[in-house]
């Protein structure tokens, strides 16, 4: 059986899951009639200490609506240059939003507020006016980084200062609560704002959510309807959400150990020049001058791992639910032992 290493959001429902999914009460969710819905949407509020939440199809989905509430076109959207928002959701914030972006170079898709400070326009006819910071955490590109509490803190006082509204993409970031033994609750009060995926690590077959005050989860909601994006029956999905919250969050550190060893065994390859810090379930590496990614994606393919190439030179190797310790141990052997 192949090792599948591409993506967090391979994962099949596991047997609980579907269970849950089999005993959803449903309703008609664009009335507001979906009691499994309407019960997620206020656990995950009541979990970030937000007023509201909105269930969505997908983390692009909850983005690009959160930034539609808080932009108006021609606006400006800071964020870094190699943000979901920004390169992975198809010039999304120019079609929806009719906003440009002002991309900034990160540390491993971090930015501090110092480089915001630096990047929000003046009020000048010249300009566009900055509405908008939006930060990502986990960073996907940086290699699933966390963010430091203290910068966002500092990120916070710059938007409060120049009256900016800050989103968090949050796709991963219960990767990142569980890794730095964070509380929803302390990011709920710092960003206007919040999307999650259920559909990464938290092992959901679709869905995100998106959180916000209820003045914004009402625009928000709005936005969704005009996006297509008004589901009827959706308490069959929003039941995997409510079961991962209860029993997938926790087990995030399992994938997180699990990246950490398939990243040394890849340092004790000599054909491997350079891996990222691995902070969650991201494992980023490049090999050394001259090995093509493709030829070494091809190799693992034909040894048992399937991973990702990401870029000219990047490879990427993501650990998820369905990735065990007994997967995790031959994806080390083999990773150690393979040379072009
Ligand atoms: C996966 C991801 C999203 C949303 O992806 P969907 O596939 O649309 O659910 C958003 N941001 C980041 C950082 C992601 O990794």
């Known amino acids: 059986m192949l090792i599948d290493l591409r993506s967090d959001t391979i994962t099949r429902p596991t047997p609980g899951m579907l269970n849950a ?13 979906d009691p499994t819905v309407n019960l997620l949407e206020k656990t995950a509020a009541d979990l970030f200490g937000m007023e509201g939440a909105l ?14 509430c808080h932009t108006q076109p ?15 959701e198809g010039g999304g914030i120019a079609f929806n939003s009719g906003s440009q972006v002002r991309a900034l170079a990160g540390d491993r898709g971090r930015i501090t ?16 006016r900055t509405s908008l910071v939006c930060l990502e955490n986990t960073s996907n590109r940086g290699g699933g980084s966390c963010y430091d509490l203290d910068e966002i803190k500092k990120i916070r006082t710059v938007c409060d200062e120049r ?50 005050t209820a003045s914004f989860i009402h625009q928000a909601r709005r936005i969704r309807k005009l996006f297509g994006g ?3 029956q959706t308490g069959f999905l929003a039941a995997t959400a409510l079961y991962a919250l209860e029993h997938h969050v926790e087990r995030l550190a399992e994938d997180h150990a699990h990246a950490r060893q398939l990243a040394d065994a890849l340092r004790s390859n000599p054909i491997v020049k350079n891996v990222l810090p691995v902070e969650t379930n991201l494992v980023i590496f490049e090999l050394i001058t001259g090995e093509a990614p493709k030829i070494f994606v091809d ?12 870029s000219a030179t990047r490879l990427r190797m993501v650990t998820h639910l369905d990735i065990s310790a007994e997967m995790t141990d031959q994806a080390c052997r083999i990773l150690k032992a393979t040379m072009i």
């Open 21 to 33: 999914m089999m005993k959803a009460e449903v309703g008609d969710d664009v009335f507001r009639e």
């Open 113 to 128: 507020a110092d480089q915001i400070s630096d990047a929000i326009n003046p009020d000048d006819v010249h300009k566009a």
């Open 230 to 232: 008004g589901m009827r």
């Open 55 to 68: 269930y969505c199809a997908s983390g692009t989905m909850g983005n690009q609506i959160a930034i539609k």
């Open 299 to 310: 190799k693992m393919k034909t040894a048992g791992i399937l991973l990702l190439p990401i």
């Open 74 to 88: 021609a606006d400006e959207v800071i964020c870094e240059r190699e943000a979901h928002v920004y390169i992975y």
């Open 163 to 212: 009256k900016l509204a800050l989103h968090l993409d949050g796709a991963r970031l219960f990767n990142a609560l569980v890794a730095r033994k964070e509380n929803p609750a302390t990011y709920g009060k710092l960003f206007n704002s919040i999307s999650v995926c259920f559909n990464k690590g938290l092992g959901c077959p679709a869905g995100s959510i998106i959180l916000g």
